[in-house]
C-alpha cells in the first residue's frame, strides 16, 4: 500500500487547511485510515481516524470540532482518498501530519496499529 499526502502548507492562526492523502490500493475500502501528527521535539501523536465506511469517526480531543476526517471510496478508481480538513488553526497544530492504513476491524488510536504511512506533509500555523 503507498500513500501520498499533501496539502499542508504555511496559514495565519484561525485559518484553515485541508490535507489529502491518496491511497493506491484497490482494497482501499477495507481499510481504516488514520492521521497522526509530529511537532519537533515531541511524540507522534494521534489526530484523527475513520473506519471502513466512511461513517464511524474518532478524533484526539485537542482536535475536536475543529477538523474533519472525510473517506472517498471510489469504486472505479485505484486511487482513493482520505482528507483531514482543518479548519480554527492554532500554532501548537503546527507539525507534520502523517496519513496511515490500518487493517484493524475497528478504529484505532495507536501508531503501532497502523501498517502503512505516507511521507508526511508539513502543517505551520503562525500566530
Known amino acids: 500500500v503507498q500513500l501520498q499526502a499533501s496539502g499542508g502548507g504555511l496559514v495565519q492562526a484561525g485559518g484553515s487547511l485541508r490535507l489529502s492523502c491518496v491511497v493506491s490500493?484497490?482494497?482501499?475500502?477495507?481499510?481504516?485510515m488514520g492521521w497522526f501528527r509530529q511537532a519537533p521535539m515531541k511524540e507522534r501523536e494521534f489526530v484523527a481516524a475513520?473506519?471502513?465506511?466512511?461513517?464511524?469517526?474518532?478524533?484526539?480531543?485537542s482536535v475536536k470540532g475543529r477538523f474533519t476526517i472525510s473517506r472517498d471510496n471510489a469504486r472505479d478508481n485505484a486511487k482513493n482518498t482520505v482528507y483531514l480538513q482543518m479548519n480554527s488553526l492554532k500554532p501548537e497544530d503546527t507539525a507534520v501530519y502523517y496519513c496511515a492504513s490500518s487493517t484493524r476491524l475497528q478504529i484505532v488510536e495507536q501508531s503501532h496499529e497502523y501498517d502503512s504511512w505516507g511521507q508526511g506533509t508539513q502543517v505551520t500555523v503562525s500566530s
Open positions: 490500493e484497490r482494497t482501499f475500502r477495507s481499510y481504516v
Open positions: 475513520v473506519n471502513w465506511g466512511g461513517n464511524r469517526f474518532r478524533y484526539a480531543d
